[in-house]
């Protein structure tokens, strides 16, 4: 299993330009979520989903779209970017049901927003 | 609303040391609860996890972790430090099995020799 895996790894956009980061898991997972990484911020929920079709904001959705069209795939898109999203973004994966559920991350995409 | 709160953006040891990175977290509902760790430019590995089997709880490299109801804590210790330990740890709380986390700001450990 390749588990949660993000493209790109690293991106530079300029401001008001529109992007979509990618994310795939191939566990069968129900929920996926996006996370934002800012230095002492830790870790902050962008949007998240519980299945195919269903998703929902978290603490900071603004700027940001997602969609869940199938249960691999969760893509993330920035709509019109700004420096305030220079950032590293995660994408999650975990089961809703057995055991704790624990997240699986995937290795991240640092973004540059000039 | 859940909230974590670590004690301590930055704590440094000498190898062979203690080493104790202290998390609380506020909870309505009985908590899972995480640590994470995560090397530099890397993503995000989980340590341990508490789901309510057992208080104390063992992770990989020798940590753990033992939750503490009474004082609404979830501290992670290891007996003696290792050069590799150096990295950044986050605790993180849940209020359903597989749902999206609460993150602490994060912890950096520094390891000298």
């Known amino acids: 299993n390749a588990g949660v895996t993000q493209t790109p790894k690293f991106q530079v956009l300029k401001t008001g330009q529109s992007m979509t980061l990618q994310c795939a898991q191939d566990?069968?997972?129900?929920?996926m979520s996006w996370y934002r990484q800012d230095p002492g911020m830790g870790l902050r929920l962008i949007h998240y989903s519980v299945g195919a079709g269903i998703t929902d904001q978290g603490e900071v959705p603004n700027g940001y779209n997602v969609s869940r069209s199938t249960t691999e795939d969760f893509p993330l898109r920035l709509l019109s970017a700004a420096p305030s999203q220079t950032s590293v973004y995660f994408c999650?994966?975990?089961?809703?049901?057995?055991?704790?559920?624990?997240?699986?991350f995937g290795p991240g995409t640092r973004l540059t927003v000039l | 609303a859940q909230s974590v709160t670590q004690l301590g953006s930055h704590v440094s040891v000498s190898e062979g040391a203690l080493v104790l990175l202290r998390c609380n977290y506020s909870?309505?509902?009985?908590?899972?609860l995480f640590w994470y760790v995560q090397y530099p430019n890397q993503g995000l590995q989980l340590l341990l996890k508490y789901t309510s089997a057992a208080t104390l709880v063992k992770g990989i490299n020798g940590f753990e972790a033992e939750f503490k109801k009474s004082e609404t804590s979830f501290h992670l210790t290891k007996p003696s430090a290792h050069m590799s330990d150096a990295a950044e740890y986050f605790c993180?709380?849940?209020?359903?099995?597989?749902?999206?986390?609460?993150f602490g700001k994060g912890t950096t450990l520094s390891v000298s020799s």
């Open positions: 566990m069968n997972h129900e929920y």
């Open positions: 993180a709380v849940s209020s359903q099995a597989g749902t999206a986390l609460i």
């Open positions: 999650a994966s975990s089961a809703t049901s057995g055991g704790a559920g624990e997240q699986f």
């Open positions: 909870s309505s509902v009985p908590p899972y």
